[in-house]
């Protein structure tokens, strides 16, 4: 179940920030609502997945995902560009989360 709980805080995560973007710096009062809401959210499946899941993992993954997901929607949805650099940066964030992964001890 804390997998689960650490997915609904990235979709919620990812969420928040693309509202950020809508809200057009706080001037579009839904969006800006739901930046609150979508970040509330998924601060409370982060908490949930953190009582099993090991912090130095969880934020890895929540923050990178978070990230690589955000580069894609801005990418497709708001027409950002996309050049090597980019995509290598985004590379070497799931090198760095695997790694993490990979580092953990076995219990």
Known sequence: MHWIYL???ILFEVSGTTCM???DG????APTLFIFIFYGL???FLSLALKVLPIALTYAIWSGIGTAAITVIGVIWFGE???AIKLASLLLIIIGVAGLHFSQEVH
């Open 7 to 9: 997915i609904m805080a």
């Open 21 to 23: 973007k809508i809200s």
């Open 26 to 29: 706080f001037s579009k009062l």
């Open 42 to 44: 998924s601060f409370t």
């Open 81 to 83: 560009g996309i050049n």
